[in-house]
């Protein structure tokens, strides 16, 4: 498996609070994204990065900021937690090359009461 | 816009039945494909990839693929499943002309009953 940790790997918060999920990897990796995984809807892309503070927003990205300060982590922060965004969050990663493949995190189960 | 299609959402077979999981993409120029597969309570592992060549791919525990380009599809098969197969499947695109961003399908659930 790809040196991927996410923190923590299980969260449950109030509505209106802010969360802030961690993604650490150790394979130098230039791509790193975060997805949600919710029944019915497959993964969907909320933003990914492709170098240390260059972001971009995927297709679910209202109500969530990411950054990257360093190339080995990528946070995603909820600014104030909807129930609405209780999911199962996974950080990938990928290289950025011509055989580009992402590689996922363990994943972490978010409840927002 | 760019998408993938996974037509079978549940798929229930018996031990040893032959297995074939649809997957469609809309086009999009050049294109790389995966399938990947996510055990209960796990994270996504991938299952086995296609960037060219033989468009026939083999991937671990005996899955293999096939690439029809001129169908925009890539169609994931095991020929004798084993109870141990239960999972959800996805299947995913990278676009090669854009950004390294990944479309994934909505996932197929099997289950093999023993």
């Known amino acids: 498996d790809a040196g991927i940790t996410q923190s923590p790997r299980h969260k449950v918060t109030e509505t209106g609070t802010p969360v802030t999920l961690r993604c650490h990897q150790t394979?130098?990796?230039?791509?790193m994204y975060w997805y949600r995984q919710d029944p019915g809807h497959g993964l969907r892309l909320i933003h990914y990065?492709?170098?240390?503070?260059?972001?971009d927003k995927g297709e679910v990205s209202d109500g969530y900021s990411v950054s990257r300060s360093k190339t080995e982590d990528f946070l995603l922060t909820l600014e104030s937690a909807t129930s609405s965004q209780t999911s199962v969050y996974f950080c990938?990663?990928?290289?950025?090359?011509?055989?580009?493949?992402?590689?996922f995190g363990p994943g972490t189960r978010l409840t927002v009461l | 816009a760019q998408s993938v299609s996974q037509h079978n959402h549940h798929v229930i077979l018996s031990e040893a039945a032959s297995l074939e999981l649809g997957c469609n993409y809309s086009?999009?120029?050049?294109?790389?494909l995966f399938w990947y597969v996510q055990y209960p309570g796990q994270h996504l592992q991938l299952l086995l990839k296609?960037?060219?060549?033989?468009?026939l791919v083999k991937g671990i525990k005996g899955f293999e693929a096939e690439f029809i380009k001129s169908k925009f599809s890539f169609n994931l098969r095991k020929p004798s499943v084993q109870w141990s197969d239960t999972a959800e499947y996805f299947c995913?695109?990278?676009?090669?002309?854009?950004?390294?961003?990944?479309?994934f399908g909505t996932g197929t659930r099997l289950k093999v009953l023993a």
């Open positions: 990938a990663i990928s290289s950025g090359s011509g055989t580009d493949t992402q590689y």
């Open positions: 394979e130098n990796h230039r791509y």
């Open positions: 990065s492709y170098g240390v503070k260059d972001t």
């Open positions: 086009y999009g120029g050049t294109v790389n």
């Open positions: 296609y960037f060219s060549g033989d468009p």
């Open positions: 995913a695109v990278m676009y090669t002309s854009g950004t390294y961003k990944y479309i």
